[in-house]
C-alpha cells in the first residue's frame, strides 16, 4: 500500500500569497500533503521547494492554473485527484479585490471578479466533491468575506461576489450535510495580505492571515459530528471603510 494515501490532503486555490499561504503553511505544519495552485509560477516553485525541504515525508503538488479559466479549473482539479486519489480539504480561496461603486467601476470587473471570485469554487468544487461524497468524508471551507453580509461604499462588484458566494456555501451545506461533508464559510474583515498592497494604514488596523488559518484548522480538527458553519470575523477596531 502507498503510505502517502493515508496522509490527509488539502486542495487551496491561491496558495502563495496571503490567507491561501498562511493555510497552507498551517496544514503543511500538521502533516498534510499540500495541493495548490496560482498563476505565479516562480511563486509556486519556490513553495513546493521550501514545503518539499521541511517536510520531506510528505507529497506537494502546485500548478499554474488561473481559476477563472473554468476549463482550467477542471484541469487543475482532475490532475490532483489523479495525483492524490482523493482531497480531504478543499480550501475555495483564490479572490480578487477591485475596488468601486456599480455605477462608477470600470465595465468588465464584474465578469473578472465573478470568474475569480465565484465562478472558480463553483467548478473546482464541482470536480472535488463528489469524490468527498464516495468517501463519506471532506470538509470543503468557502473564503468568502464580511463584504459577503456588508454592502461597502467602494464594494461595488467585490461586494456582489462575495454575497454570491456566501450563496454557494449555503446551497452546498445544505446540499452536502447528510452526505457527511462539512461546508464552512469564512467571512473575515480586513487582513493584511498583498490585496492591501500600498495601503498607508497600520499594521495594527488588520488581522495576520495566520489568524484565519488557526481559525480554518480550529475548525477541521472537531469531530465527525460537528459543522462550523460560519465564522465572522473583523479586526479589533472593526472594518475599514
Ligand atoms: N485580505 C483581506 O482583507 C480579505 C478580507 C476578506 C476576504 N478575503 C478573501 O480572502 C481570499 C484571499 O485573499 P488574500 O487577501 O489572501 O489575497 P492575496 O494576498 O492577493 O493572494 C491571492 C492568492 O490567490 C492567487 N490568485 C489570485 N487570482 C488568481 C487567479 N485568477 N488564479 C489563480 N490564483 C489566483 C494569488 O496568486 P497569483 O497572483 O500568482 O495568481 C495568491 O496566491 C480572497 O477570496 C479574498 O476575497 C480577503
Redesign the pocket.
Known amino acids: 500500500m502507498n503510505p502517502l494515501k493515508s496522509i490527509p490532503t488539502i486542495l487551496i ?9 498562511a493555510i497552507a503553511k498551517m496544514f503543511a505544519a500538521k502533516g498534510f500533503n499540500v495541493a495548490g ?4 509560477p516562480e ?1 509556486l516553485k519556490d513553495l513546493f521547494t521550501d514545503f518539499s525541504m521541511r517536510y520531506p515525508h510528505q507529497k506537494f503538488f502546485m500548478e499554474v ?4 479559466n473554468k476549463e482550467l479549473i477542471k484541469v487543475f482539479a482532475k490532475d490532483v485527484l489523479a495525483e492524490f486519489g482523493k482531497v480531504d480539504v478543499l480550501v475555495n ?5 477591485l475596488p468601486g461603486s456599480i455605477l462608477e467601476e470600470t465595465e468588465g470587473d464584474f465578469e473578472k471578479q465573478f470568474l ?2 465565484v465562478s ?1 469554487a463553483y467548478h473546482l468544487t464541482r470536480v472535488i466533491a463528489p469524490s468527498m461524497v464516495k468517501n463519506q468524508i471532506g470538509h470543503i471551507f468557502n ?5 459577503s453580509i456588508t454592502a461597502y461604499s467602494n464594494g461595488g462588484s467585490y461586494c456582489i461576489s ?1 454575497h454570491a458566494m456566501f450563496g454557494l456555501n449555503q446551497v452546498l451545506r445544505e446540499e452536502l450535510k447528510d452526505k457527511k461533508v462539512k461546508v464552512t464559510a469564512i467571512l ?9 498592497s500600498g495601503t498607508d494604514l497600520p499594521e495594527e488596523r ?1 488581522m495576520p ?1 495566520d489568524d484565519i488559518a488557526k481559525l480554518v484548522f480550529n475548525a477541521y480538527e472537531l469531530s465527525a459530528q460537528t459543522n462550523v458553519e460560519q465564522i465572522i470575523v473583523r479586526p479589533i477596531l472593526g472594518d475599514i471603510n
Not at 495552485?37 to 505565479?40: L, P, V
Not at 492554473?65 to 477563472?68: A, I, L
Not at 473564503?143 to 463584504?147: F, G, L, M, P, R
Open positions: 486555490s491561491g496558495c502563495t500569497k496571503g490567507i491561501g499561504l495552485c496560482a498563476r505565479n511563486e492554473c488561473d481559476v477563472s480561496n483564490a479572490g480578487l479585490f475569480t471570485n472558480s473564503i468568502c468575506s464580511t463584504a462575495k473575515p474583515g480586513a487582513t493584511l495580505t498583498d490585496s492591501w488588520f492571515a
